[in-house]
């Protein structure tokens, strides 16, 4: 009866990898599938998305799951790996790695490694989180040629707040970039990938799209933008989160729902019941009046979000127990309901449990 589900539409995705296409015509696409491909289910999206000219996952394990499922295009780690036992594995599954520190150079350059592995040397041109400073990229990038083990060689950065237009953040990262990728190609004699653009990147700054972009949010269907929704850039949302309505009651004005007794109605009305709660990756700090959909019509949230369930109010909407519930995905945005519950969608597609019954439409 409660039947929380959690739907992939892979023509939504399909249709979503079209519009990076469309946006970067020119560069390969690297999908980003890290955390289990942002809670949609990394098998299922790398193996929809075959098309994709290659993946990137966060850690080892992530493109580990992905080789033992059978997808043999390239998968980069962008955490790279830290012990030799990792580089062996890593190399034995043809993954390619990020090098982002020092460490990991020397890694390189100790293991006797017997293939080529191929390389991502990832600066960081100002976000300082991962990656080498400029001054220090020239002699590591000399160390990895070096090494003679080193397959493709390519270099990487990411942004900041390439979401943001106005900030001049990026404009200052690319040109960081660039003063780095000159010299290592000594003026341009040399050709090397390059990689910069996550999905804000690919929609907003053209400049920044080189030989790979790395889009992942609007892969799946939300926007990377705080004031642009997701419909306006074309993009189509690959997952829904439904329920059902398991009780429907009449509430008098003045009584109040849920924990905390947090809501009071202000008329006689009537409470519906979802059968979903942060139990189920919903999240319980999504405030009243967050917006839910019964049978396609948008009742309010109120009272506490609890772990299994949570309270909407009807007024005079027809509405039954059984009837379906959408808390995010077709007809309501993800990006809206993060907004109202103070994240992000990227945190909402994440955090759904594995209790929540996954449907591949
Ligand atoms: C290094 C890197 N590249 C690309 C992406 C994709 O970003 P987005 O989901 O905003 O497109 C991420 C995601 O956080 C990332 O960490």
């Known amino acids: 009866m409660r039947d929380a589900r959690l739907g992939i539409s892979t023509a939504a995705l399909h249709h979503n990898l079209r519009r990076v296409r469309e946006a970067a015509p020119y560069s390969r696409v690297m999908a980003m599938v890290k955390a289990d491909a942002y809670g949609h289910g990394a098998r299922i999206v790398a193996e929809t998305l075959a098309s994709a000219d290659g993946f990137g996952v966060a850690i080892l394990e992530e493109a580990l799951a992905l080789r033992a499922a059978g997808i043999r295009q390239p998968i980069t780690v962008l955490e790279g790996v830290f012990?030799?036992?990792?580089?062996?594995?890593?190399?034995?599954?043809?993954?390619?790695l990020v090098i982002h520190q020092e460490e990991q150079v020397a890694l390189l350059e100790q293991c006797k490694l017997s293939g080529p592995v191929n390389v991502w040397l990832k600066l960081d041109t100002g976000m300082h989180r991962l990656g080498l400073a400029p001054e220090t990229a020239v002699s590591a990038f000399r160390r990895i040629r070096s090494a003679r083990i080193t397959g493709e060689l390519g270099l990487l950065t990411h942004f900041a707040?390439?979401?943001?237009?106005?900030?001049?953040m990026t404009e200052k990262q690319l040109a960081r970039f660039r003063a780095v990728q000159q010299v290592l190609?000594?003026?341009?004699?040399?050709?090397l990938p390059e990689s910069m653009a996550n999905s804000a990147g690919i929609l907003a700054w053209p400049a920044t799209h080189g030989t790979w972009v790395r889009p992942g949010i609007m892969l799946y269907g939300s926007s990377p933008f705080p004031d642009q929704t997701a419909e306006s850039l074309g993009l189509r949302p690959v997952m829904t989160l439904t329920s059902k309505l398991i009780a429907v009651r009449p509430l008098k004005k003045g009584e109040p729902v849920g924990y905390g007794a947090s809501w009071v109605a202000d008329r006689d009305t009537r409470i519906g019941v979802v059968g979903i709660g942060y139990g189920d990756g919903y999240p319980r700090h999504a405030p009243h009046g967050t917006p839910v959909l019964i049978e396609g019509r948008r009742v309010p949230l109120v009272g506490r979000?609890?772990?299994?369930?949570?309270?909407?109010?009807?007024?005079?909407?027809?509405?039954?127990?059984?009837?379906?519930?959408?808390?995010?995905?077709?007809g309501l945005p993800a990006d809206e309901v993060a907004t109202r519950a103070g994240t992000i969608s990227y945190e909402l597609f994440c955090k759904v449990t594995a209790r929540v019954r996954r449907e591949i439409w």
């Open 83 to 96: 012990t030799p036992a990792e580089m062996f594995e890593a190399v034995r599954q043809n993954l390619t």
């Open 305 to 330: 979000v609890s772990m299994d369930m949570l309270t909407v109010d009807l007024g005079s909407v027809p509405a039954q127990v059984g009837d379906t519930c959408v808390l995010w995905g077709e």
């Open 161 to 168: 707040c390439a979401d943001q237009l106005e900030s001049p």
């Open 185 to 191: 190609t000594r003026n341009g004699e040399l050709t």
